[in-house]
């Protein structure tokens, strides 16, 4: 089945600063990953997501690359806020259902 | 427009207990899934529902039971709770199998002692 590696699991940036997270997988069939942000005590939201005809897609100060030769994936949120602090998290569809990475917990330092 | 419903949002049950997470979708989803969330280790897959009238094994599904009541509904069951058990558990939901992203539920969180 798929893996689904992230890095790093913790990040402490400062305000205004870009955060980069890292995902590799598994399998090469995957085709579909997306990200979710999960704030303390919440459900996992849905942020941004990208196909693996796409290479890169951006939603404002949020953006999204896939590298399918290397088989990964990345989030870049450029001028983040205290609001960005959460537990981040990518995932990659294989036949059946969403392998998700570990996690990624941003802290934004005001 | 309540998307994902879980019951209950806390549970506490003794070691060998019963119980059954209920979950329910009125986006008219096909697909219905069970994650499981333990610190550090992301949600991983119990069981899910490609479409109505079906059920296949995720990544962690010993221990554990699911029914898929109707296109609706998607309960998980616990036959004999273990300590090893404890964990916040999702249901999400999509519109099929495919690649589109999971609307979750808002978790439940149990703990068997």
């Known amino acids: 089945g798929e893996n689904v590696e992230q890095h790093p699991s913790t990040l402490s940036v400062q305000e205004g600063d870009s955060a980069v997270i890292k995902c590799t997988y598994s399998?090469?069939?995957?085709?579909?990953f997306p990200w979710y942000k999960q704030e303390l005590g919440k459900r996992p939201q849905l942020i941004i997501d990208?196909?693996?005809?796409?290479g890169e897609k951006k939603d404002q100060r949020i953006a999204v690359t896939l590298n399918k030769t290397a088989k990964h994936f990345s989030l870049h949120i450029t001028e983040t806020q205290p609001e960005d602090s959460a537990v981040y998290f990518c995932?990659?569809?294989?036949?059946?259902?969403?392998?998700f990475g570990s996690g990624t917990r941003l802290q934004v330092q005001p | 427009n309540a998307g994902v419903t879980q019951t209950p949002k806390f549970q506490v049950l003794k070691t060998g207990q019963s119980m059954t997470l209920q979950c329910a979708q009125d986006?008219?989803?096909?697909?219905m899934y069970w994650y499981r969330q333990d610190p550090g280790m992301g949600l991983r897959l119990i069981y899910y529902?490609?479409?109505?009238?079906?059920?296949d094994k995720g990544e962690v599904p010993n221990g554990y039971n699911v029914s898929r009541l109707n296109k609706r509904e998607f309960s998980l069951r616990l036959e004999s709770a273990a300590p090893s058990q404890t964990s916040v558990y999702f249901c999400?939901?999509?519109?099929?199998?495919?690649?589109?992203?999971?609307?979750f539920g808002s978790g439940t969180r149990l703990t068997v002692v």
């Open positions: 999400a939901s999509s519109p099929t199998t495919g690649d589109y992203g999971y609307t």
């Open positions: 399998d090469s069939a995957s085709n579909y």
């Open positions: 990208i196909r693996s005809n796409v």
């Open positions: 995932a990659a569809h294989e036949e059946r259902a969403l392998t």
């Open positions: 986006m008219n989803h096909n697909s």
């Open positions: 529902s490609a479409s109505e009238g079906t059920t």
